[in-house]
């Protein structure tokens, strides 16, 4: 090659793509300006911002879901960019950042960089964020977003270190501060320290994913790269970050032991001692994730050897015509179709793989005649259709409940003074109408849900509401949805046409609200205490 500086320069455009694709996605974009974020700079600042609160949230393996981005945007905005915005105003700028801007409304985005030693374009995928679903106290579906691969190096990318340099130079940094003692420092460098370990863990896993998908597709280059990786990320990394967490320990220590018995702690020595506690938490955080990449580097090269040499077997297997090598030679000689067995007889005879379970080994053991002769005894007449259409009757069934408590509870505010009621004025209604009161409150957990979700949406306005539907494709499992069922009113009851906005807020002085008699899942009525909470609806005219 006749410049050698320009091997490699696919890897060096991928990096300069991030943020190509990143202005690309941004510029031209109207909704910037409707939330008052007009200059370029402002948006970029905001971009990053973003982006560093989903990697601190994934550093610290807790949900990120879009309700948590608008909270956040909400809070740096009224302390920093002082923007003319609402709660839903920062939350919608949140969606936008995530879903348009990091996933280009769910668009798959490339870059071409050039190569130079093949002559040709290389296209590279690029990826910001991706996400999952997670369940909010068990019962709450919702969608938590964490960066990828892409998006830890777009944010570490301004380092300007390579791959193999940034553990080492992040460690030393660290050194460096736990020695001058400037602990806040070395909190950031242990988190970005613990950063990289994560994202070579992910390396692994993808590289893991590919080779199961297609060994053939993971070139011996990529493996070469990703096992010298491991190997400079594994040498010395555990023995050194043990010294570190004693190190932290006995200072620790020490200042805990002064604040008890010597004197009681000024405020900056109380400040070290905090970043004290969390350098020794992330510590061991990155000691356990040491101890991931050994283990997945090992996986790795054996999944990669098993996979190789499946491959190869592959090709000694030798391949012969049915017809022409069985049928046509029983045609011939039809007598030999008594010792047919003897061809067949070892392809239904394969041993199967056994494991050894160890929790067998602890369990009562029964002889197998007689289990045998247990489970003959046992009969049972499962028709799956009858129980498909069971269980289908018990959705239908339960969804009615929740139709009519909500249909119940904004009939209430309707004909309430101005179009309002609170729980505690719905329960003198329904304390001697007891039919109203079923009708109300089917059961405690159904009441439980509706409330719930009332208060967690706050406020609801049915237009943007058919708006949504009419854009999202959801897919509907019998489960109760807030939103759906609104709409469900508003189209099949007359009494609901007309409302255009639900505001559920709770009262912080208006007491406790109890009502009796309410049944609960296993047909028990009991006694329910809830906070009072204002139902307000507004219609048209």
Not at 20 to 44: C, I, M, P, R, Y
Not at 84 to 100: E, P, Q
Not at 107 to 130: C, K, P, W
Not at 248 to 269: A, D, Y
């Amino acid at each position: 090659m006749q410049y050698e500086f320009l091997r490699h320069f696919p890897r060096r455009m991928k990096n300069v793509g991030l943020y190509a694709v990143l202005v690309q996605n941004s510029l031209q974009k109207t909704t910037w300006k409707q939330h008052g974020f007009q200059k370029t700079d402002e948006q970029f600042n905001m971009i990053f911002a973003v982006m560093l609160y989903i990697m601190e949230q994934s550093l610290k393996e807790e949900n990120c879901t879009m309700d948590d981005i608008g909270a956040y945007i909400d809070t740096v905005n009224v302390q920093y960019f002082k923007k003319d915005m609402t709660y839903d105003s920062c939350r919608a700028l949140g969606d936008f950042i995530v879903n348009v801007i990091l996933s280009n409304e769910g668009r798959v985005m490339h870059f071409d960089g050039y190569d130079f030693e093949e002559n040709t374009y290389q296209s590279m995928h690029i990826s910001y964020v991706a996400n999952k679903i997670v369940y909010i106290d068990h019962d709450f579906k919702r969608t938590s977003y964490y960066l990828t691969d892409d998006g830890y190096n777009l944010l570490l990318s301004t380092l300007e270190i390579e791959n193999n340099m940034k553990l080492t130079i992040h460690e030393m940094i660290f050194q460096m501060h736990l020695e001058k003692q400037s602990y806040d420092k070395a909190v950031d460098e242990i988190k970005n320290v613990f950063n990289l370990l994560r994202i070579q863990i992910q390396k692994i896993q993808e590289a893991m994913g590919r080779i199961r998908r297609n060994a053939l597709n993971y070139s011996v280059r990529d493996y070469e790269q990703i096992l010298h990786e491991n190997l400079d990320t594994i040498d010395d990394t555990k023995k050194k970050f043990q010294n570190y967490r004693e190190m932290v320990k006995s200072r620790v220590q020490e200042l805990e032991e002064t604040n008890i018995n010597v004197k009681r702690l000024s405020e900056k020595e109380e400040e070290k001692l905090k970043h004290l506690r969390e350098i020794e938490q992330y510590l061991n955080r990155t000691i356990d994730e040491h101890q991931k990449i050994l283990g997945s580097h090992l996986d790795l090269k054996a999944l990669y050897t098993k996979e190789l040499e499946n491959l190869t077997q592959m090709s000694l297997i030798k391949r012969f015509s049915f017809r022409t090598e069985i049928y046509d030679k029983l045609l011939e000689n039809p007598s030999a179709l008594e010792r047919l067995e003897y061809f067949l007889r070892p392809l239904f005879n394969q041993d199967a793989e056994k494991g050894y379970n160890l929790n067998k080994a602890f369990q009562l053991q029964r002889p197998v005649r007689r289990q045998m002769e247990e489970d003959a005894g046992e009969q049972l007449d499962f028709d799956e259709e009858k129980w498909q259409q069971e269980q289908e009757r018990l959705r239908r069934e339960r969804l009615e409940r929740y139709e009519q408590s909500l249909a119940c509870l904004l009939g209430m505010a309707i004909r309430g003074d101005k179009g309002e009621i609170t729980l505690k004025e719905a329960g003198m209604q329904v304390k001697e109408d007891l039919e109203t009161r079923d009708f109300l409150i089917p059961n405690v957990e159904i009441f439980k849900e509706i409330m719930v979700e009332l208060i967690k949406n706050r406020e609801m306005e049915l237009s943007v509401l058919k708006k949504e539907r009419s854009q999202f494709i959801q897919d509907r499992q019998g489960e109760f949805q807030l939103n759906e069922m609104l709409l469900q009113l508003a189209d099949e009851r007359p009494e609901f046409e007309n409302v255009e906005r639900i505001e559920v807020c709770r009262l912080e002085d208006g007491g406790t609200v109890e009502f009796e008699g309410i049944l609960n899942e296993e047909g028990e009525r009991r006694k329910i205490r809830c906070s009072n909470v204002r139902i307000h609806v507004e219609t048209k005219g």
